[in-house]
């Protein structure tokens, strides 16, 4: 059910993403399914699947690589419409700190850090797995392919660090 979620706020974005569109759509499903074997419990289920659709989404619909407070706030609005059930801070908090170099303690402590190993599992090819077996996020990758989307990182990175060499990864958090 939540997979027809996904796939329905994705496919509103997909004049935006352009090329991009299956890209991010499988990193969207592979963050998605990296928390469900972070964290299996199904009360978190529905707010991994929207933090996963709008974590990275200000890429695109703001042109930007500065994209965290787009990305909170497509997302805020979209709870706020559609999802009356669950708090869109504790999205937000998701979103805004999927990028933390270290541990996360703050507020939604549990469901933040398992987003935040999630991205980093997929961002990293798995070089961590946060103690998991690394078959089953092999197993994800294979049923979702990158289809150029770690390509895709390296040159906006590559190119907002010419742009921005004093701020290279703006939405990095320390």
């Not at 964290?39 to 890429?59: C, M, Q, R, T, W």
């Not at 770690?150 to 320390?174: Q, S, Y």
Request: proline share 5%; glycine share 4%; with cysteine.
């Amino acid at each position: 059910m939540l997979e027809n979620t996904i796939e329905a706020v994705l496919h509103t974005y997909k004049p935006a993403m352009g090329e991009d569109y299956l890209r991010y759509r499988n990193h969207v499903y592979r963050v998605y399914h990296n928390c469900l074997l972070l964290d299996p419990a199904v009360e978190n289920s529905e707010k991994y699947a929207l933090a996963a659709v709008f974590h990275d989404i200000g890429i695109w619909t703001d042109n930007t690589f500065d994209y965290i407070n787009p990305s909170i706030e497509k997302a805020q609005a979209f709870v706020r419409r559609h999802h009356a059930s669950v708090k869109s801070d504790e999205i937000s908090t998701m979103i805004e700190w999927h990028h933390k170099i270290s541990t996360y303690t703050g507020p939604y402590a549990a469901t933040t850090e398992c987003f935040r190993k999630a991205d980093w599992i997929d961002v990293t090819f798995g070089l961590s797995t946060f103690g998991h077996a690394r078959s089953d996020f092999r197993r994800i990758r294979r049923q979702y392919p990158s289809h150029g989307f770690h390509r895709f990182l390296f040159r906006e990175t590559a190119f907002n660090t010419w742009r921005h060499p004093l701020n290279p990864l703006p939405m990095f958090r320390l």
